[in-house]
């Protein structure tokens, strides 16, 4: 143990303590640490930055400080927002440059040349003390501050490596980084306002922006999609005055009080030019991409910005080419937001042809959450029929078999041929692409996108008590529902039981129990010959006291399917507010057995598993609502670039048989598997299909942890 000790501030970082300590004991630092600081090799980062268990265990044996207080001195304090894992490429996540670290030569003079711990976060780029942009670079020799493993000397006096004396003549030491000039920013300036918020964020590990809709987010998907928008900022950018040309202007403040579009163009800077720029101008970057955040409602508030058509394209390009998401949905959605064509009209060829416009792909950028078609009857409710804007005669014949696959649409990339096969239609995914291009772009297409939202938000917040989709599975077809009952219904309806009658009463069960609408019968007179012509009249003049035997009938099949759930559920429309009551109208036809926690039974979750077949589709059904197939998608984001099930399983507390029996769920579930099955030459690694499904689950991470109850692991 050294004989001479220092107490650890709270905000210094453990580089800077530990060169305190040697200049106090006159030994090297690496005599605390026990590392050769001249082997730099590839992990050339500062001991804050990168530093390991065994480390911090000798520093510890060293100076009698316990190692959860040293890890407190590192980026591990930021594990909870994404900044402790930190790499040199690192070009996805919420790291946007990592090279060097920022300092301010006040602080470093009032506080004995000692460095914060904030500094080495590169978001942080302003002196909240004494309002400066914190320099980076050393004012002897022009090079980056603290980009190595190399220990900075304290002074010119301090023990200093050979390496950097050949870099610098001072060794870069902190006597003479604190020797430079201090530039002052305006606190009403957009940077600083940037920087406020920022560190908000960094201290509640999240916050409510305007491009998720208010919906709260997580700091590490936040700092994300910044570093995204960051990114092409930089490449889009064009070095305003005092910071291309002058870098030591005396107002910094004014770089970032307006910007407009004439400061950024799509003039590539290369791949090195990120890494490279200064800190006032990652600050003018920084600040745009904040900007955009923070202000951008939807894809309308990004006219007349620095985001032009072009840009966009070319960001929404680069993230197709990378196959898989670095960005939030949030982000995604506004960046997919196009300038539509008015609805309500329609477009004429030079011929005089009217044809309709397509706005299907409306309705997927119309929210950032979705719902289940687990929640849609098989055709759509008479209640919402009843109260529908006006349509057009050839939309209003197909809304009920459209309605529910526009909702179930919203909100996600859909599957056009899964969902025909999920509701029962005989379409493929053109015809059914161009009615809903009918359904949104008619003469009054604007009301029914907007009744349909709102309908959709309704259905979000308080969803219908019954399962759709296990109903539909378990009861396929009408002959499904069996001929046991028959006799007894016939008795009810005063008729003798015939063939004819044994169809109708079937088909009308049937379509209570999945939701589908009893007068629509489209395709059936083409099936099931004359009867059907009488369908829609032995529906119209059905006796109530058939209606309850059928009904008694239709829960007496779901109780012996163990479904405790109401026979029929309509949601309620107040005329007088214009909007959908909390609860709808629930029809029970046996006594309630007590049994109201079985929507979600291992059927359910089976059927639901056996249903996806892709990642987007397996990542959709948990986020519209199956807790544990969210829980399982976590801990799989979490817990995949771990080397073996052990090291995953000791980071929850479970077993590794746990942990290996989520992994094969989610491999059935998808049909292949998630990791590759030869791990004898290195730590395993993603299939494609994994590495599909991971970066969705990221990029839906905050959703899926909010539905599973879950936290992320502590750092240990």
């Known amino acids: 143990m050294i004989p001479i000790r220092a107490d650890l501030l709270h905000d210094e970082s453990l580089d800077s303590w530990i060169e305190l300590l040697a200049d106090l004991n006159g030994c090297r ?61 690192s070009s996805t996540g919420p790291w946007s440059q990592v090279r060097g670290t920022g300092y301010c030569p006040i602080c470093l003079i009032d506080d004995d040349l000692r460095w914060k711990l904030p500094w080495h976060l590169r978001w942080i780029n302003i002196c909240e003390e004494h309002h400066t942009v914190l320099r980076d670079n050393c004012p002897a020799c022009g090079s980056r501050a603290r980009d190595t493993r190399t220990h900075h000397p304290r002074t010119t006096g301090s023990h200093i490596s050979a390496w950097r004396l050949r ?45 998720t ?85 939807s894809g309308r508030d990004l006219l007349d910005t620095w985001l032009s058509p072009s840009r966009i394209t ?20 506004l960046l997919s937001w196009r300038r539509p064509p008015q609805t309500g009209t329609v477009l ?36 919402v029929r009843d109260n529908a804007p006006e349509l057009p005669d050839r939309v209003i014949r197909l809304f009920p078999l459209t309605a529910p696959i526009a909702l179930a649409s919203m909100g996600r ?32 297409g604007t009301e029914v996108f907007n009744y349909l939202q709102n309908l959709h938000a309704h259905l979000l917040s308080y969803p219908p008590p019954i399962d759709y989709r296990r109903r539909r599975h378990l009861f396929p077809a009408p002959s499904d529902i069996g001929r046991n009952h028959t006799r007894l219904l016939a008795r009810a309806a005063n008729t003798y039981l015939t063939t004819a009658f044994t169809w109708k009463i079937q088909r009308y069960i049937w379509q209570l129990l999945t939701g589908s609408d009893p007068l629509v019968t489209y395709g059936a007179a083409l099936l099931h010959g004359p009867a059907a012509y009488s369908y829609r009249k032995f529906v119209l003049t059905m006796p109530v006291d058939l ?44 006594p309630d057995i007590g049994r109201s926690d079985l ?34 998608l976590c801990r799989f984001a979490d817990s995949a670039h771990c080397k073996l099930d052990g090291d995953a399983a000791a980071m929850f507390g479970v077993r590794p048989t746990q942990i290996r029996r989520e992994y094969t769920y989610l491999a059935k579930a998808l049909g292949t598997d998630v990791f590759t099955r030869d791990t004898s030459h290195g730590p395993r690694q993603l299939t494609p299909t994994g590495s599909s499904l991971y970066h969705l689950v990221r990029a839906n991470i905050d959703r899926l942890r909010q539905i599973a109850s879950y936290e992320p692991p502590r750092p240990t």
């Open 213 to 297: 809709g208010d919906e709260f987010l997580s700091a590490e998907s936040i700092l994300t999609d910044a570093s995204l928008l960051t990114r092409h900022a930089l490449n889009a950018m064009t070095y305003v005055d005092g910071v291309g040309s002058i870098p030591d202007s005396p107002d910094p403040g004014a770089w970032t009080q307006k910007l407009s579009r004439s400061d950024f163009v799509s003039t590539p800077m290369g791949r090195s030019g990120v890494s490279e720029v200064t800190t006032p101008q990652f600050l003018i970057a920084q600040t745009a991409a904040i900007g955009i955040l923070t202000t951008a409602a």
């Open 413 to 444: 990339k859909p599957d056009y041929n899964r969902l025909a096969l999920e509701f029962s239609l005989d379409y493929n995914a053109d015809e059914i692409r161009y009615a809903l291009n009918h359904l949104i772009s008619n003469e009054h």
């Open 547 to 590: 209606q309850d035997k059928s009904g008694e009938v239709a829960q007496r099949l779901l109780l012996k399917h163990r479904i405790g759930e109401p026979v029929s559920y309509t949601p309620q429309f107040t005329i007088e507010t214009d909007t959908w009551a909390d609860r709808g109208r629930e029809e029970r036809y046996l």
């Open 167 to 211: 870099r610098c003549s001072h060794g870069c030491a902190t006597e003479i980084l604190a020797q430079n000039t201090a530039h002052t920013i305006e606190i009403h300036s957009a940077a600083y306002e940037t920087h406020s918020w920022l560190t908000r964020i960094l201290h509640t590990n999240g916050a409510s922006c305007a491009y």
């Open 348 to 383: 004429s060829d030079r011929l005089g042809r009217r044809r309709p416009q397509h706005s299907a792909k409306a309705l997927t950028n119309a929210t950032t959450r979705s719902i289940d078609a687990m929640n849609l009857p098989s055709c759509i409710w008479r209640q």
């Open 29 to 89: 630092p690496r005599d605390i640490t026990g590392h050769d600081d001249t082997i730099n090799k590839d992990k050339a980062l500062p001991l804050t930055r990168a530093v390991d268990d065994p480390s911090l265990l000798r520093v510890s044996e060293c100076t009698g400080v316990d190692p959860d207080r040293l890890a407190e001195a590192t980026l591990r304090r930021y594990k909870p927002v994404g900044l402790a894992n930190v790499t040199r490429d």
């Open 599 to 632: 929507r979600r039974t291992s059927l359910s979750l089976t059927l639901a598993a056996s249903a996806a077949g892709d990642p987007e589709e397996l990542v959709h059904l948990a986020l519209a609502g199956e807790k544990i197939a969210a829980l399982r």
């Open 314 to 333: 070319h960001i929404i390009d680069h993230l197709r080419r990378r196959n898989h998401a670095t960005c939030t949905v949030h982000l995604e959605r």
